[in-house]
Structure formats: structure tokens, C-alpha cells
């Protein structure tokens, strides 16, 4: 195949000689095309702003000020701005809510240095005030917004509506916006009986490209279905904020119906596998079936937040909505009876909208009771990996060995219905502490790979941003990160769009 | 911004000059490479073979027999054939159950040409002989399928097993498998309830890339949720063999659970439409919701595959399936009740499994009831649109104007509950015709019009290929055109897999 070598040879070198590099960094250039483009209320340049944008959520990576922060009013001001960034080779970095957990809106460092040096200056492009609700079609269950409505914010915004009571199902951060929902496209409590934000919840979006064009990935149509090729849109979801600026989405909703609470423990978690995966084999429809284990129990029987104390083992907490109250009933007297069968406790139902508020605190409140596990000082890496439901009794049972192991504390809050577990690995933080513990990092990367040896993933609904990129090759694969790496070079050839981001800068890998 | 756009004209320039192509056609020596490689069984090159797969459904085109047809094995044969076309420059199609409507599998013509004359010489790389069953994880809801497997084998495979009865319920042709599903990522009568092939019903893929790499678009993961970025399995879904080709797939699958019927009729579409929106508002759970108009009914009539005759009026069909009979009845009383208000008829609920299936039989036939409309040489073109559903009414009465204007018959079979409008045109076609009439073309052409008016897309399920390429630019926006249009040539450069297929060849545009 001499012949065939040859030519791949010669079209990797063509491909290599036309590749298109960004223009060397001209700060004041930008900046005084900044200002010449944007009245002073759209441009953050003072040093506070600066800091709240480069403040590391999760990683503990010491802050690092974007040159500028932009707030964007309109599509057009994304188009303005990445022009600007093209032109004068500056980086591009859109935000938002910014709950991430994984370092994806963090101003990228230059890799292998200890200090805090952007390869490049820096624009956050924050989308935050592009928070209005612009169309409701309640007929479609759809509603058009942009990136800066939080799904919490378009809730309460349908709450207050006539007619029939719609809602957004999918619930990730509290503070969470539209844009970076779509930007990582993870999920919430509801994903078991929803499915998470890469199904269809997100219909279309309007979407900057770095080479300033403005694309509609579903065009003019609103239609519940279509067939027309590949789905750009769905390249968007999960991109993180490397492959286009979302200024618009259209997104589906959902009919609100009757909750009920209801709240068991089991001996073990492979018997809370067991009820779990029998409910859902009877075709019930959850909502939420979360999984709490007996040292998250302890800390929230120190919290006081329930009336009485729950006994400190496996406990699973359960949502169901159905159009009535009768058939949430009849619901949980299946589930009753398959829990009895898994050699569960008692099923405490809800009586009523009070009790299903008061139960759903145990898990609401688990951020914090966790914390008192440890008391004062406490920090927090919460983990996030997922594995197939039939391996999650055996990845827990094998985690609390490493978990032991390391002498570290890391309850459990999983999304047991997706088999999703978020170990909360604390420690007592010291004054000024701007790296994890070694043991921490061990115990988060020792979690990863055993949930990749249970065919699972490094990251179930929180991305991978900076933190997770080194765990993409031996989950993915080579080639499929080389595909995603062929993406990226086609949508932002310059590499100036949230650079290092999901796919480390290339020859810069550090792969696990 | 003079040094913006020389800048922009620079980079095109460049691309201009590193765009790879491909080899000048060798089809003796891709002829001696394929018979080296494959034994004689794996290689049909017989007229009859070649001209089966040449036959074009749907769009009436001549029969164009592809040079060879290449029944792949295993992965590894797609990889070899993808390697012989690059290396001697042949077109590959991949192909399947090939029920494709749109003329996805149809060799590409040479355009704007009345003769059969095919750009290059093409191999269709047949899948279907790769048509096991892999692997089945009862407890994880999936299962592991070779591309060959159709749904409603996978189902009969289902339904033999012990222990909890699960089944894909998406549903499109009955003969469809796969690797073809996935290529067109449609739905079936089943997506008001379980949603459609872009949801994450197909949940990973083993794909050959025209470079000859093998990815697997999860990796190892076979968790239920993850977030590793931007998804590359999503722009294979619905890339109908233009991008790479799949031979394995990892698909969810849903727990089985009793199904009840139940039919009713209103005086107009209008009344139909706020029925439906009433029963999804209520947060009740169909799992099929199918319009049949009056002369679709009328057909039914004739044909009297029902004992009893049917109003020849706008007829819905429902499919309820919840974990009990009870809840099913509980949902029907619901129902009964909207439709009543709704101004329709008493609903008409299946007492029992054979009622079930005798009143999905309504449904079921339309293909051959509708023919009796016209007799003899019956000819269909199955339309395929979807519009938002608040517009759907308007749609219907619309259409009815342009139907009657043609003098055709064209009768509705519509996925009410997604919008998804299937008129069958139907005319009686003259012997050895290779062409559509004029006016069924122009009725097809004015139906697309209508729905993109109305927010709607001209493909609501049966995706592009070669018949609704030019529409995508009306409906999608030239942008999004250029973008998929950068993604198919960042993943095959060479323009070999399928060309022409979704996108228009370049320079050969013909946009409505």
C-alpha cells in the first residue's frame, strides 16, 4: 500500500501547510476596538469584575482575570465581538451562570507552569443579561429564550401563566442559564424519568461562529420532529463553549402534573439496585430515584433538617408525577411491594404537597449536611461518574475500599436510576489553600478509573471542562477524540474559542 | 476592515489549495483489490444483484446498478472496502433494509442530466448479513446490535426471552434496520410517547471513517448519561452514509407494558388538534397518536378490513400503554372526557388484545386501503412534512385547497401528536413510467412550500437524500447549509461516501 501511504502523506502535509493560524495578540488594538464597538455599561474592565470571572469554580486553580469582560446584549454583539477576537487574535470565552464544576468557563492557563499565565488575552463573553423569554408556544410545549434565562427563572416565569401549567424538566444547577446548559447538555434529578439535556429538550439554536456567521440550526421550523440531515445543533451540545456562541434556543416543555414523595432504605445499595431496576423493568415512570448512602443519612441527621432522624443506611428517595393522583397512588403500591421484595424498609410516602417538600429537603439540603460531616473549614470535590445500573452496586462497594483506603470522607448522592454516583470527597481546607490535598486528587482519580473499568464514564452530567480531558483517551479512544479534534479545527480553525477546553491544546496531552 | 477580508480571503484561498481529491477512478484495479480481498460469496457483481440495489424507491428514478455490491461481515470489511475506494477512487453506499424513501441509497447521478450516468463507479457496501444480536443487558436496558438487525427482529428476539419483557419502541418501516435507522434517525407512529431516533435511544456506534479509523463514538462506555463533550455519535445520526459508516450499535430499550386502543372521529381537523393538545397537556402518556382524514377512512371502508364501516371524517387513533390496565382505562376515562368537549364522537376503546390489534389495523393498512381510492396501477408518493402542531389545522385546510386545485387524490395519514403530515398522492401510473407527472410533483413541491411557511420542516421523518436536498436552504438557512457542508468535508475529504446525498454535489446547487 505504498501508493496509499504516500497520499495520506501528502494530504496530511497539505492539510498541515493550510492550516490557519490566529494573528500574534494585539491587546490595545482589541481594546480600543472595544471601546470604539460597546458603550461603557457593556464592557467590564475593572479589576473586581475581572476576578469574579476568572474565579475557578472546582478546580481551586488561583484566579485568573479575563483582559476584559463583555456583556452581550443582542446576537449581534457576539458577532461584533468575535470579530474583534479574530482580528486581533484574542481569546473568546463564553459565560453565564457560571455553576460549572469542571473549570469550563476558567480562563485557559498555559500548561506545564505553575503560574497563572494565559497563553493569550482574554474576553469573557457573558450572555447573562440576554435573559428574556421571547416566545411561549404553549400549543407546542415550546418556549424561545435566550442564553442568559436560567431554567429555574423560566419556571417560575411559566408558574405564574394562565392555562395549562408548563415547565422545563431538566434540572442541573440551581443558577444554571440556558447557554451553558446546552454548552455541557448534562442533566439533574429528573434525568430518569426525563432524559437529560441531549435529548430532544433543546429543539434549535441560533449560534455564533467563529468565522462571525450567524447559523439557525433548525432553520425557520418549530416542528416537534425533522429528519434534515446530520443535526448541526447536536454538534453544539456539549461543546462547552468551543465551537460557537449560543445567543438563542428553542426549547421543549413539558405539561406539569401531580408529584408524590416517597422515601425507603434497603440493607445494601445491590438491594436498592435490585428495587430500582424492577420498578423501572414494571414500566413505572419515576422521575427522580435518588440514592443517599448511610454517611450522607448521618450528616443530614446532624443537620436536623427532617423532623426525625432516618436510619444511616442506603436510602433512596423517589419522585413520581403522573397525570393524577390516582395513578401516583396506585404507583407507589407497586413500588411498595417491589421494595418489600428487595428486602427494603417500610415506603414512608407523602401525605401531602408539605411532606413531598419536607422529604425532597434530604436530598436539597445534601450540599450542606454533607458538610457537617466535617464542620467548619469543610471543602468539597464532588465527583461524577456514571456507570451501567447493573455494575453501580459493585462500583460502590469497590469505591468504599478506596474510599477507606485513602481516610478521606465521601458520602454518596447518586442519581441511582442513571447510575450516576457523585461521591462528595471533603476535607478540612487550610487557610489560603489554592491546590486540593494529594490524597483528594488520588481518591477522585481512583473513582474514574474504576468506573471506566465498569464500562462507565469519567463524566455523567458535569463535563469535562479542564479537569476531565485527561481521562477522554482512555474512555473515548484515540480515534474518537481525533474526530472531535477534526471537529474543532473545522468550526474554529484559529483556536481562539475557549482554547484547551474539553480537548487538551495539542502537543500539550496529558493523558491518564 | 480591508485587512480583516483579505485575511478571510486568504484562508479561503488556502483551504481552496490544500482540498484533497480524489484518485481518478480505477475501477479494474479497485475490481482486482475487491476479488483479492473478499471471497467470492461476500461480492455480488450479477446484473440481478447489482440492479435490486440500483432500484430506486420512491423517486421513480431509472435503475442505476452500482459497479459491485460488497456484503460486508464485520468491521473489518468495511474497513478494507474503504480503503480499496479511497486508494482507486470508487464511490461507497452504504445500504441496508434500503426502505429509505427519498432516494438515500439510490446511486447518485451524474446532475443536471437526463441519462443514467453515475459519477463514478460505486460499491454498495451491504450490511445487512451483519444482522446479530451482540450483546443484552436486561438489567442496563440495553442491548449491542450489529447494523444488519432490524427493530422488529430485535423485537421478536425480545419477546422469545425469560424475565422482563423489553422492546425498542421506535418504529419506522417495518423492514428498516439498524445501521439505516440510525442514517436517517426518523421515528415511527411511537414518537408522541417514546420520542424519536435523535433521542438517545441509539446510544453509541462503532463507525468506519473514510480515513480508515474505527471509533467508537462512546468508547467503553456504556453508561446511561455522560458528558464528555460535544457527542460525534450524534452527527452520524441522521447523516444517511455521507459521513462514515456504522456497524455497531448500542441502543436503549424500554420495558414492555400493557398497550390499549382507542379510536375516535371529529367534525374537522381543528376539533382533532385541540383534543390532542388537551390529552398531552394533561400530562397523559399516548404512545401513539394517528390522524386518518375522510378519504383515507374512505379507503379504509372499501377495503373492509374493519367488520364495521367508519365515518368518513377526521379519525384519531390513539395507542395507550402504562403499567397497568387499570391506568390505561383511568387515562381512556380522561380521554373520553377531552374528547367530548373536543366536539368528537364516543371514544371507542379495545376491550381486549384482538381489539387491539383489529383497530391498529385501521392504521396499519393505510398503505394498501388508500390505493383502492384510485384501483389498478395505483401509484403512491408518500409526502412527508411536519409543522408545529398549533399549526397543523391551518396546514391540513390549506393543503386541502392545493390538493383539489391538482385534481389529484391525496389522502392524510399524520403522527397528529407530533405534526408530522403524510399525504400519499396517489395517481395511476401508465406503463413502464420512469418519471412522476408533473402535477403530483408540483402538489409534493407545494406541500413542502406550505409546511415552511408554517414553521415546519420539509422532512419530518424520512429524512433528505437526494429528493429534499433543495430544500435546505429555504428551511435551514444558508449557513447551516455551509456548516454541514465544512463537517462533511473535515470527515470525508475525498467526497466518496455516498456524495451527493443530503447535500447538493458543489456548484451543482438547485434550490427551490
Redesign the interface.
Known sequence: ?A??AA??R??AL??H??R?TA?PPDWPGALAALEATFPAHQLSLDLATRQQHGQSWGSLLPPAPPAAVLHALATSDVVAVV?IA??FGIVLIPTGGRTALEGQFTPTRQAASGEVVLPRPTIHVSLSRMNRVLEL?A????AVVQPGVGWASLNAYLAERDG?KLFFPVDPAPGSEFGGMAG????GTN?VGY??L???WIQGMTVV?M?G????????????????????G???????G??GIITELTVRL????PLKVALTSFPSVANAVTAV?DI??????PTSLELLDGTSIRGLNLSKILPDELPEEPTVLMRF????D??NR??LE?VAKIVERAGGRELRVAKNEQENDELWKARKSQYWSQQLLIGAGCRTLITDV?????RLAEFVARSEVLVQRSGLVAPIVA?IG???VHRAILWKGAEGETERPKEVEHLAKALVKLA?EL??????????GLT?RKY?R????E??V???R??K???D?LNLLNPGK??FPEGEEEWV
Open positions: 500500500m501508493h496509499s497520499h495520506e501528502l494530504a497539505s492539510s501547510l493550510a490557519p494573528p470579530r479574530t482580528r408556544h400549543q407546542d410545549f415550546q395549562v455541557v447538555a448534562g442533566s434525568a432524559g437529560t441531549r435529548a430532544e461562529l468565522d456567521s450567524v447559523i439557525r440550526t433548525k432553520g425557520t421550523n418549530r416542528a416537534r420532529k425533522s429528519t434534515t440531515g446530520f443535526d448541526t447536536r454538534l453544539f451540545l456539549g461543546s462547552e468551543t465551537l413539558a405539561p406539569s402534573v431496576v423501572l423493568g414494571a414500566g413505572l415512570t408525577s403522573n397525570p393524577s390516582e395513578v396506585a404507583s407497586t456514571c456507570v451501567p445500573i447493573s442519581h442513571d447510575g450516576n471506566l464500562e462507565g464514564t469519567c463524566a455523567g452530567e458535569h463535563g469535562i476531565k477522554l482512555a474512555e473515548l479512544g480515534g474518537t481525533a474526530l472531535m477534526t471537529v479545527r473545522a468550526l480553525p474539553v480537548l
